[in-house]
C-alpha cells in the first residue's frame, strides 16, 4: 500500500485547460493548446502560502510567493483563490449532509414515517387543549 502511495507522488499529474487562463501550479504541456501539466514546486509553494496567509497579508504573501517561484501572481489572484477553496470546502460538506440525509431517508419505511407524523399530532393536540 506504501509503495502505491509513493509511486502516485512521483507520477505527473494532467488535466485538461477550461479556460483562458493557466491556473497556478500548472503549465502548458509543450506543443499542446490545452493539456496542462502539474508543476509541484508551485503546487508545493501554494500550501504554504495559504499557511502564512493566516498571519500575513494577500499581498505580502502574494510577493512572497512570486519570489519563491518565480511566476508572478497578484494578491487579488490569491485571494479568489482561496475564497474558491473555502467555497469547495463548503459545498462539499452540504453534499455529504444532503448525502447522508438521502440515505436516512432511504432506510425509513412508511410506517416509522406514520409513527412521526402521530407523534407530532399527538403534541400538538395535547398543547392545544
Do not use: F
Not at 485538461?16 to 491556473?23: A, D, F, N
Not at 508543476?39 to 496567509?53: G, N, W
Amino acid at each position: 500500500m506504501v509503495m502505491m502511495m509513493e509511486q502516485t507522488k512521483e507520477q505527473t499529474i494532467y488535466k485538461r485547460r477550461l479556460s483562458s487562463t493557466i491556473p497556478y501550479g500548472w503549465k502548458l504541456v509543450e506543443g499542446s493548446t490545452d493539456l496542462l501539466e502539474e508543476v509541484p514546486l508551485e503546487v508545493a509553494y501554494l500550501e504554504k502560502a495559504k499557511e502564512y496567509l493566516k498571519g500575513s497579508s494577500y499581498r505580502e504573501v502574494a510577493k512572497w510567493l512570486s519570489a519563491k517561484t518565480g511566476r508572478k501572481i497578484s494578491h487579488v489572484a490569491l485571494y479568489k483563490m482561496a475564497k474558491k477553496e473555502l467555497s469547495d470546502k463548503r459545498s462539499k460538506a452540504a453534499s455529504i449532509r444532503w448525502r447522508q440525509a438521502k440515505a436516512k431517508a432511504a432506510k425509513e419505511t412508511q410506517e416509522d414515517l406514520v409513527a412521526e407524523a402521530e407523534t407530532y399530532k399527538r403534541k400538538e393536540s395535547n398543547t392545544s387543549s
